[in-house]
């Protein structure tokens, strides 16, 4: 499992800016950057080099943050790969609460939140390229 930040925000003009300018004013380098919205508020959900420092840099600026665990799968830039993954997912009965990728190259980063802890682990034992913490951020 690796740490997502996860942020909170009043759906007010500016409020993603300024959170963004916390993490930038702490000296930490943000990844990746999904914000999903409703009418009252939004969730943004971040990969940085250190979730820790960034979490805190958050709340101690009054913001509602907290750190989950996911899971990364890198897959292949390709028709299909995801498609295998959702199928491994579906035939082991593991309920995805949420999900979003990004690109890196040739390579696609599959990021899902599960109920199960040891998804990556059996994740590996199927032969997906399950990241490590260290290939996404620093261990702080």
């Known amino acids: 499992m ?18 963004v300018r916390t993490i930038s004013n702490a000296g930490i380098n943000m990844q990746a950057l999904f914000l999903a919205d409703t009418a009252d508020f939004g969730i943004l959900r971040i990969f940085c080099d250190t979730p820790k420092k960034a979490c805190a840099a958050l709340i101690d600026a009054g913001y509602r943050a907290k750190l989950i665990d996911v899971v990364a799968v890198k897959v ?23 999900a979003h990728c990004f690109i890196v190259g040739e390579y696609a980063y599959d990021v899902l939140k599960v109920s199960d802890p040891s998804l990556d682990v059996k994740l590996s034992a199927a032969g997906f390229d399950v990241c490590k913490p260290e290939d996404i951020y620093v261990i702080d």
């Open 2 to 19: 690796i740490s997502q930040l996860t942020v909170f925000l009043e759906n007010e003009e500016g409020r993603l800016a300024s959170a």
């Open 76 to 98: 292949s830039n390709k028709p299909g790969e995801l498609a295998n993954l959702m199928d491994y997912l579906n035939d082991t009965n593991v309920n995805v609460e949420y």
